[in-house]
């Protein structure tokens, strides 16, 4: 289906004795372009030590990990961080509201072109319905981001509305809950010292 409405008849190329080597050609090439990326993403989330792939420096800390000052600043492992899982839950449910608000929107559209067929306002309506096809997900972004930078009438800039929620009194630490003395206290395992409490032995970067 293109973008006029119209469709096209796909045809099918024999390759012969070809088949298999096209095939092996194809899958290498997803392999090498998709798969193997993505598992090496993956192991580097689970690496305790970067640069190191051997398999004694695998761990989940990152991942489900408590809180240790030694490693990413403090920071408890994704499974465990009440901001990631409080920013994944409302990007799930923006993506949810904008998926029911848009499919409400395609019906609408879709029952006035076919109502109004062969008419000049479904004929906008339909080729104006096709536009987002036409622009990179990317571009809208920018466009986005390019009209929230200054104050669209009524809504406040971008800028703005994160130096509001920043200054919010629930955004601060609350001084009386932090643990001032933790700074002054000697840490028994630290990584200068060469030896880590998640993996329980060396640090290798320490020995260099």
């Given amino acids: 289906m293109t973008i006029a409405g119209k469709c ?94 848009t499919g409400m929107i395609g019906l609408f559209i879709g029952y006035a072109v076919v109502k109004g067929r062969r008419t000049w306002l479904a004929n906008l309506v339909e080729q104006g319905s096709f536009l987002p096809y036409l622009i990179p997900s990317i571009a809208f972004g920018a466009i986005y981001l390019a009209i929230f930078t200054r104050p669209v009438g009524p809504l406040p800039s971008l800028s703005r509305l994160l130096k509001e929620l920043s200054s919010c009194p629930a955004a601060r630490p609350d001084l009386r809950t932090l643990d001032l003395g933790a700074q002054s206290r000697p840490r028994v395992h630290s990584r200068a010292a060469g030896y880590h409490p998640v993996l329980g032995r060396a640090n290798p970067a320490a020995r260099t």
């Fill in 8 to 101: 096209f008849h796909h045809r099918l190329t024999p390759l012969g004795r070809f088949r298999y080597p096209a095939f092996f050609l194809a899958f290498t090439v997803i392999l090498l372009a998709v798969f193997i990326p993505l598992l090496l993403l993956v192991w580097q989330t689970l690496m305790l030590y970067p640069n190191d792939y051997s398999l004694g420096n695998l761990t989940l800390h990152f991942w489900s990990g408590a809180s240790d000052p030694a490693l990413a600043e403090g920071e408890s492992g994704i499974l465990r961080n009440r901001q990631i899982l409080g920013a994944a839950l409302n990007s799930i449910e923006l993506s949810v509201l904008a998926a029911v608000i």
